[in-house]
């Protein structure tokens, strides 16, 4: 049986909020971990680094679109290794700005949003928390209409490394 996903809070030993100021959304989710040892490099991998095809092909529908507006359109996941995951590498889709032994930090800054992504391992348990600041209206405005798919997409995302034995 797959745990339970739930939504909970950014972590108070997280410091996500130091790569990200002036927050105008934020949310988290939390799942039990099967491997309490895993590693918060094994972590991130397992759950960045294995998209569901479905969540791949909404961020080539995302890119297609954004594209147009010239917003950052952002490489496949698969591209995500041991080997890229550093401080400062554009490791995926995201940018890594910090990795500690229990939180990895990534995100990116764009004319419209800037956005933080929080991975933090507490106790047997990881909560991923994404921080979002509007640059503008049209960040705002993006935001509201990718709600849905982004709730969608964080928790399929923790589903898929769930179902394959990876968290």
């Known amino acids: 049986m797959i745990p339970k996903i739930t939504t909970t809070q950014l972590p108070t ?8 100021t002036n927050i105008d959304f934020q949310d988290a989710y939390a799942v039990a971990l099967s491997d309490a ?34 917003l950052d359109t952002y490489k496949n996941s698969s591209e995500i290794s041991t080997n890229n ?16 032994d229990n939180e990895i930090i990534a995100g990116e800054d764009d004319k419209h949003l800037d956005f933080r992504v929080s991975v933090v391992k507490q106790n047997k348990k990881v909560i991923i928390s994404t921080l979002v600041h509007y640059n503008n209206n049209f960040g705002r405005a993006y935001m509201t209409l990718i709600m849905p798919f982004h709730k969608m ?15």
């Open 37 to 70: 040892g895993i590693s918060i490099q094994n972590i991130y991998l397992n759950i960045f680094a294995h998209s569901p095809n479905w969540v791949n092909g909404l961020l080539r529908l995302r890119n297609n679109i954004v594209g147009l507006f010239g």
């Open 13 to 20: 030993e997280s410091k996500c909020s130091n790569y990200i």
């Open 153 to 167: 997409v964080v928790k399929a995302m923790l589903k898929n490394a769930l179902k394959n034995n990876r968290l």
């Open 85 to 100: 995951l550093k401080v400062g590498s554009k490791t995926g889709i995201f940018k890594i700005y910090a990795i500690s």
